[in-house]
């Protein structure tokens, strides 16, 4: 069965801190990775990665694939109390339209 | 503003009750994705519209039903309602495969 697990399941830090999410899947005919940020309500799109070792960058958010090894990080530096929240990774088979998503990581940065 | 539009956001019913939750999608997207966030649970897929025909069926109870009509915007049925089923429902929406999706900010539909 396809599954995606996230770690840790939780974090707290504070602000100017580095953290580093996990991601790893275990998905027949994979064709892309998502992550999500979720704060109070709707998912919103961070990042999608296809290929493996090229990292995609947004600002103070970064975020690498490795399909070898089946997993994805994403990376947060000089985390702000504006980044609390949970993040989610989601897979995406080939020949399907569904994502399938991990529970997330809950972040929590504190002044 | 995502441009995936949920109504209502909240929902207060009572067991054994049947209701509607509606979604529009982005303006040009064709595909509706209806997916369940309980608590302590990821996103769970429901099920998939793209251009008015069910394309994909994930873990959706048979209570439940969906459709998509011709102006593109779906509805998401729930009939004889559980406690169980009090959970935050996301809409998302979609170009087409690959694109990645865009998620209204749900109804939450809570039980009582």
Redesign the interface.
């Known amino acids: 069965e396809d599954k995606?697990v996230q770690s840790p399941l939780s974090l707290v830090v504070h602000e100017g801190d580095t953290v580093t999410l996990n991601c790893s899947y275990e998905v027949t005919n994979f064709?892309?990775l998502?992550w999500?940020k979720q704060e109070k309500?709707?998912?919103?799109?961070l990042f999608?990665l296809t290929s493996s070792g090229i990292e995609k960058k947004s600002g103070r958010l970064s975020s690498i694939l490795d399909k070898k090894e089946l997993f994805s990080i994403l990376n947060i530096t000089a985390t702000q109390t504006g980044d609390s929240a949970v993040y989610?990774c989601?897979v995406?088979p080939h020949n399907?339209?569904?994502?399938?998503?991990?529970?997330?990581t809950r972040l929590q940065v504190f002044p | 503003d995502s441009g995936v539009t949920q109504t209502p956001k909240h929902l207060i019913t009572a067991t054994g009750q049947r209701v509607t939750l509606r979604c529009s999608p982005r303006s040009g997207d064709l595909s509706v994705y209806w997916y369940q966030q309980s608590l302590d649970q990821g996103l769970q897929f429901l099920i998939q519209y793209y251009n008015g025909e069910e394309r994909a069926k994930g873990n959706i109870l048979e209570r439940f039903s969906a459709q998509q009509f011709p102006d593109l915007h779906s509805e998401l049925n729930l009939s004889s309602l559980e406690l169980g089923d009090s959970a935050l429902y996301f809409c998302a929406s979609s170009v087409g495969t690959g694109f990645g999706y865009t998620f209204g900010s749900g109804t939450r539909l809570t039980v009582v």
């Open positions: 995606v064709r892309s998502l999500y309500k709707a998912p919103t799109f999608m989610l989601a995406e399907t339209d569904k994502l399938i998503f991990g529970t997330g």
